[in-house]
């Protein structure tokens, strides 16, 4: 089940530079998008995320792209920090089910920022 | 800031035992869910739970899974004859109206 794949397991950044990672979606009937923040031995965090109806989503140093007619969204982290080191999920819902929220993830991609 | 948590952090247990994980979702959360992620793999659906009932569940939640929520704070899950191939992570997940799922910190359930 590829519905959901993140094609860089791993992205090295100079800190202070933008971080760029990708992902790609292959179910259509996907309508939002979120990202998440995993440590070591923790559970994903939530960073943002993004409605189809939109295009871009701003919080802080992060923001989401969305380009539905690519079904390709993107998470810009600028500038970089050396905590913004961790694994980053990429996580599409299709729709919601008694509004509950099924999730389903990309593999991952581990963000390195150094100094 | 409120968080999910989930004891044990680590299960060890022997293949064909039952296993009960552990989850205190967010107080105000309405929704509940358990995921898993066996080692290298994704992170994947399990369940939802809504209204005391399932909302939802993935081919992986067969009959030898079961959620409940036994008091208005707990939310667990109960394996009954665990396989070598349940080994993995399981995170457990809240949400409100509206409000992405938090997760918690995860077990790691291993089975020998």
């Known amino acids: 089940d590829q519905q959901v794949k993140q094609n860089s397991p791993s992205l090295s950044v100079q800190e202070g530079r933008i971080s760029i990672l990708n992902c790609d979606y292959t179910?259509?009937?996907?309508?939002?998008f979120l990202w998440y923040k995993k440590y070591p031995a923790e559970g994903p965090t939530f960073l943002i995320s993004?409605?189809?109806?939109?295009d871009k989503n701003e919080d802080g140093r992060f923001t989401v792209f969305l380009n539905k007619s690519a079904k390709h969204l993107s998470l810009h982290i600028v500038p970089s920090q050396p905590g913004d080191s961790a694994v980053y999920f990429c996580?599409?819902?299709?729709?919601?089910?008694?509004?509950?929220?099924?999730?389903?993830f990309g593999q991952g991609t581990r963000l390195t920022i150094n100094p | 800031e409120p968080e999910v948590t989930q004891t044990p952090s680590h299960q060890v247990t022997q293949m064909g035992q039952e296993v009960i994980l552990r989850c205190v979702p967010i107080?105000?959360?309405?929704?509940f869910y358990w995921y898993r992620q066996i080692l290298g793999q994704k992170v994947e659906f399990l369940v939802s739970?809504?209204?005391?009932?399932?909302?939802?569940k993935s081919e992986i939640f067969d009959d030898q899974f079961s959620v409940e929520r036994p008091d208005g704070s707990n939310f667990t899950l109960k394996i009954r004859s665990t396989k070598l191939e349940d080994s993995a992570m399981y995170f457990c997940?809240?949400?409100?109206?509206?409000?992405?799922?938090?997760f918690g910190p995860g077990t790691r359930l291993t089975v020998l």
């Open positions: 997940a809240s949400s409100g109206q509206g409000v992405s799922g938090y």
């Open positions: 179910n259509s009937m996907f309508d939002y």
């Open positions: 993004i409605s189809s109806i939109k």
């Open positions: 996580a599409a819902s299709a729709g919601i089910i008694q509004g509950a929220q099924k999730l389903v």
């Open positions: 107080s105000n959360h309405l929704y």
């Open positions: 739970f809504y209204n005391n009932e399932i909302s939802e």
